[in-house]
Every structure is written in structure tokens, then in C-alpha cells.
């Protein structure tokens, strides 16, 4: 999904040619020229992020900020610019503070900075209320191989370390190296993630460093790329095995010498960021095989940590589940494990790890919506139930054959209920963004 922004500027020349360049750029902009106008929109769009003139015609100053700073990333824009004032519009929580005229790349590049932060600001919030205060990556469980994970994490997290993860897929790689960061001087930065796997040799480097108008074919116009947005941050490399040779050697000199260029630009860029890396393959097996290089291998290789697959940490598997449950409990419910399902969970192997373990849960909570839920057939063939029916009193009752649009009516009218109506803690519930909310709330008349 777009990106979305509401621009509100009253100079109707500047904020037609802003809405027209963002949309190039890949965001779904709209504007107002001015404040009365632009709240409605708001309330309707609800927007990723503000772009935010301090002057307009029916408000002077920062009250639309202090309106909009509790629940929208809004970033300040003037065309008298001080110290004084854009001190005073941070403290008030704007995201950031520019003067015009704006250069464009820059103003994207702020734009974006602003919604990653807001998505991280509250991804943390949440682990923050799901973990009763205390931050633990989401790594659950307290088996010996989990306390070693926790060591290593604790002893490299407060160094500037570049540190490799290794493990199965679905093994929580990720949450390790969130974790890491976390526990980094570089915690309050931005924590972003490239996955390897799904970029191409020739679109890995554009993505991370970025490229210059007229690089290539199509590039036409500065694209700021994924380094610079993790800057004073964390930079995840998941899958870094899947990188090619090529961008191999220029991720080899980013990390070594802290610097880095843009596709076609002839200066080079500091790399202000911390490397976590991750992948589920043999690293050490490609250099002898020749298809890793060897000093990429050894620079990475100064730090590993080695996160054991589920099925060798089976003690863990009752807190994961309840962990998960947990989480779950606002979108379907409270569910309790039944116990002989927990002790055949404890013996399953799990291929899937942490995530096929998840996934299970999931799925048996959504349809024991409807329906009691025994265990997939693939995790033993017996008949008994998933969930303790004593956990069934929120379980949603919808007789006949409900279509898909009458279940979700229910789903959101209960969700609507449960949070009085606040639109943000019914987004959260569901996993989906307050603007896809709405829409749903929209198309079945529960505005």
C-alpha cells in the first residue's frame, strides 16, 4: 500500500506541484489550503503523515501541530524559518522542520523518515504493553539455548559490532536483531530491513545506497536509499546469503569503510549505521564453494549468533504459545491451550520453527470463532480440541452459513465495541493500517 499524506498549504500554486510530486514519488497525497478543510480530510484519510504550513488563513502558528502530534507524524513547513521556531515546533512533537523552498528530495526523504518512525514508535508501544513494560525482542522462553541467545544479545547490543545471525527460517531471526538494537546506543534510530531475498543483483544496490537522476533507465529524480534511511539507526541484511557478488563487494566496502555512493552519483555518503546481518544458509560452505566472498564472510563472522530451531527447544514451545495467545486475545478472544494439545505441541517437530508454531494458533483461533478447533491433521491424528472451552466466552455466534462480509461486519462492530469506537485500537487489533480500518468500517456503515 501507498504511503499516504495530506498536504495543507494555503499557496495553491506550491501545494498543487507538492501533491503532483509526491504522487510521482509513490505516495497517495491530498491537500487543503486550509486548516478547517484540511481536519476533515484527515478524519476521513486518516493519513500516514501531516505535511503541515504553520501559516494559514484560518490558523496562525502551531495549534493544528499540538491538534494533530497525538496521533499523526506531522512534519512543519514555513517560509520564515528560525532556530527559535523550530525548537519550539519539536518540543510540540512535530517529526521534523523545514523551510521553504523545500528541495524536493529532501522533503521525501523527511516524509519517509517521519512515517518510519511512527510505525516503529508504535511497534514499541505495543511490545512495550504486550510484555507488561519489559522489552524482550520477542524472544520467548527460557530453555539453556535461549539464556546463551540472551547473553550474546546483552554483551554485543551496547557495542557499535557488526553481528551475523544465523538460523532456520522462521526461527525469529529478525526479533534477535531487534533486540540487538534495542539494547544499542542506537535504539531511539530507525530500525529498517532489506530483505536480500526478494531484490535483484541489479535492484540490491539502488535499494541500499540509492541512485542519482539519470542513473538508469527510469531513474528520474535523486532516490535516497534504504542506508541513509536506517541512518543513526540499525540496518537488518535479512537473507544475506541471496546477495550476488557484485553487491557483495560494495556492502563488503560500505561496512569497512563507513562510506558508501549513490548509483551514479561521484561522491561518496557516510554510512552513519549499525550492521545486523541474517541468513538460514551455510555461509562458510558458499566461500569454499566460491560463491560468498571470503572477506565479506570474515568481517561479518566477527560476531555470530546462532539461534537454535524450536524443535530443539521444545521446553519453550508453552510459553511461546501463550506469549502468541496473548497477543491474539483482542482480535479473537481469550483461548487457553488444552492441555493434551500443549503436551502434543511439545512433541511436534517443527519444520516452520517459531513462525509455523504461530501460524498453528492462528489459524485455530480465527476459526474457532465458528467453531471448536482440534489440531491440524499434520500434528497428529487424534481428535481433541485446541483451546480449553472455558476460554470460548468471547467467541463470536453467527448462525446459518455467514458469508465472508458477514463475518467481518461482526468482527469490526465487536471490535468497535470493545475499544469504544477508537478507530487507532481497532487498526491495531486487526494488524492493519487506521486508513484500511476505516475503509473496512466504511463499506459496511459502521463509521
Known amino acids: 500500500m501507498k504511503p499516504s499524506i495530506v498536504i495543507v498549504e ?133 530453555s539453556v539455548a535461549m539464556q546463551q541467545v540472551r547473553r550474546l544479545v546483552d554483551a554485543v547490543g551496547p557495542t557499535e559490532k557488526t553481528v551475523l545471525v544465523q538460523g532456520e527460517s522462521g526461527a525469529g531471526k529478525e526479533l534477535v536483531a531487534h533486540a540487538i538494537h534495542d539494547a544499542s546506543p542506537r535504539r531511539e534510530g530507525n530500525f529498517v530491513v532489506v530483505d536480500c531475498a526478494t531484490l535483484q543483483d541489479t535492484l540490491f544496490e539502488s535499494e541500499l545506497f540509492g541512485h542519482e537522476r539519470g542513473a538508469f533507465t527510469g531513474a528520474d529524480r535523486r532516490k535516497p536509499g534504504l542506508i541513509e534511511v536506517a541512518r543513526g539507526g540499525t540496518l537488518f541484511l535479512d537473507e544475506l546469503g541471496e546477495v550476488g557478488p557484485p553487491g557483495q563487494a560494495k556492502l563488503l566496502r560500505a561496512i569497512e569503510t563507513g562510506r558508501f555512493r549513490r548509483v551514479g552519483a561521484t561522491e561518496d555518503q557516510r554510512a552513519d549505521v549499525r550492521v545486523v546481518a541474517a541468513t538460514n544458509r ?35 514451545v508453552p510459553a511461546l504459545a501463550g506469549q502468541f495467545l496473548r497477543q491474539m486475545r483482542t482480535s479473537y478472544g481469550e483461548k487457553r491451550l488444552a492441555s493434551a494439545a500443549l503436551q502434543r505441541l511439545q512433541t511436534y517437530q517443527w ?21 471448536p478447533e482440534i489440531l491440524p491433521a499434520h500434528l497428529g491424528n487424534f481428535d481433541v480440541p485446541l483451546f480449553d472451552s472455558r476460554s470460548s466466552s468471547e467467541r463470536i455466534d453467527i448462525g446459518g452459513e455467514p458469508t465472508l462480509d458477514e ?23 486487526m494488524g492493519v493500517s487506521e486508513r484500511t480500518a476505516y475503509r473496512m468500517l466504511e463499506r459496511h456503515g459502521l463509521k
Not at 571470503?294 to 566477527?302: E, K
Not at 519444520?351 to 467453531?371: C, F, K, M, Y
Not at 471490535?415 to 481497532?426: A, D, F, M, P, S
Open 282 to 316: 551455510d555461509l562458510a560452505a558458499m566461500v569454499q564453494a566460491g560463491s560468498f566472498r571470503a572477506d565479506l564472510f570474515y568481517r561479518l563472522a566477527g560476531f555470530v549468533i546462532v539461534l537454535p530451531p524450536l524443535r530443539t527447544r521444545l521446553d519453550d
Open 351 to 371: 519444520p516452520g520453527n517459531v513462525r509455523e508454531l504461530r501460524n498453528v494458533l492462528e489459524r485455530a483461533a480465527i476459526l474457532s470463532l465458528q467453531e
Open 10 to 142: 494555503d499557496d495553491s500554486t506550491l501545494r498543487g506541484l507538492l501533491e503532483n510530486e509526491l504522487r510521482r514519488t509513490g505516495f497517495d497525497a491530498a491537500s487543503a489550503g486550509s486548516w478547517s478543510q484540511a481536519r476533515m480530510q484527515i478524519r476521513e484519510a486518516a493519513p500516514d503523515v501531516v505535511l503541515l504550513d504553520v501559516n494559514l488563513p484560518d490558523s496562525q502558528g502551531f495549534g493544528p501541530l499540538v491538534e494533530l502530534a497525538g496521533t499523526h507524524p506531522v512534519v512543519m513547513l514555513t517560509a520564515y524559518g528560525s532556530i527559535n521556531q523550530a525548537v519550539e515546533a519539536m518540543r510540540l512533537g512535530a517529526s521534523d522542520y523545514l523551510v521553504k523552498p523545500v528541495n524536493l528530495d529532501e522533503l521525501e526523504l523527511v516524509l519517509r523518515r517521519a512515517i518510519e518512525r511512527s510505525h516503529l514508535q508504535t511497534e514499541h508501544d505495543f511490545r512495550h504493553s504486550e510484555s507488561g513494560g519489559r522489552y524482550t525482542g520477542g524472544m520467548i522462553g527460557d
Open 407 to 429: 463475518i467481518e461486519r461482526t468482527y469490526l462492530k465487536r471490535l468497535l465495541e470493545k475499544h469504544q469506537g477508537n478507530r487507532r485500537r481497532v487498526a491495531a487489533a
